[in-house]
Every structure is written in C-alpha cells, then in structure tokens.
C-alpha cells in the first residue's frame, strides 16, 4: 500500500495528508502550521485563496489529526513540509515523494493530483453529498466533480482505506 511504502514519517504524512485533505499541490506546498487549527479534535486547515480555488476550510479526520498532532510536537510556525535542508520543501520535490512510492509498489498512477482525485471519489463512492465534497475541494460547480468521480484513482486496495 503506497502510505505503508514510505520510508520517513515527512513523506508518510505528506502523502496522507495529500489524501485525506484533497488539497491541491500548491496548495499543501504553501500551507503552513498557523494555517491550522488545533482547539478541536479534528483539526481545521484554512487554505488560502489559490488559482480558481476560494478561501476555505477544512475539517482533517479525527484520527489523522491525532498523529498529524504527534508528529508536530512542538512545531508552532513554518512551512508544514521541509526538505531534507529544512527549507520549504518544493512543488517538485513533492511530486518526487509521490512517484518514488507509487512506483516501489508498482501503482501506474504516479501524478500527486491523483491523491486529489482519490480523495475526491473515495468520498462520493461512500455516499458523501456532493455540494460537501464540491464545498471541501473548492470547486464552484458540482459538475465539476463528475469528471473526478470518473477519472483514474488509486484503487483502494492500493492505498489505505480510511473510512471517514
């Protein structure tokens, strides 16, 4: 499974949080530690405006946000992804991280939007509302997520299945 493939705790979270969040790439690669909220169990991430996207937010599940709490100890500001230098870790070194794993287990998929678009099924498949998912990924228009309903995901078994 691509999460259970990664090799350190940077790259396990970046790849979950890709997933559970459905955020865009640019937007993770600006997200930054103030941009999250952590006064409730579940915690909220406020995503600024970014290309078509409004300003948002979103709630993490609860037991993601209890590890992604864990593996911040301490960490009060910056950018929430850094490279192996400490600096704000790049959209091209994200995109790294994702096909070095997909391609360990062999997943064809290899595109970090893809995590998008998995999110983004996984949800409608287990009967989310459409106007929630649409509200959460930041589309204007819900027949924008018909093409992700049908477009090429990593299956489940691929990936882990979190139900949420």
């Not at 259970?4 to 937007?27: K, P, Q, V």
Request: a positive charge; one cysteine or more; charged letters at 30%.
């Amino acid at each position: 499974m691509l999460i259970n493939a990664t090799e350190s705790a940077r790259d396990y979270f970046l790849l979950r949080f890709a997933y559970e969040s459905g955020m865009r790439i640019g937007e993770i690669n600006r997200c930054k530690i103030e941009d999250l909220d952590f006064s409730d169990d579940n915690i909220k991430v406020h995503i600024l405006p970014f290309k078509c996207s409004p300003e948002r937010t979103i709630e993490l599940r609860k037991q993601f946000s209890k590890e992604l709490v864990e593996w911040l100890y301490g960490s009060k500001k910056g950018f929430l992804f850094l490279s192996n230098r400490n600096e704000k870790m790049s959209i091209r070194q994200m995109q790294y991280v994702m096909e070095k794993y997909s391609k360990k287990i062999n997943i064809e998929q290899r595109n970090f939007h893809t995590l998008r678009h998995t999110h983004i099924r996984h949800r409608i498949e287990m009967g989310e509302p459409y106007w929630e998912v649409k509200k959460d990924v930041g589309h204007k228009h819900l027949n924008g997520l018909d093409w992700y309903a049908q477009s090429e995901t990593i299956p489940y078994d691929s990936y882990v299945t979190f139900a949420r």
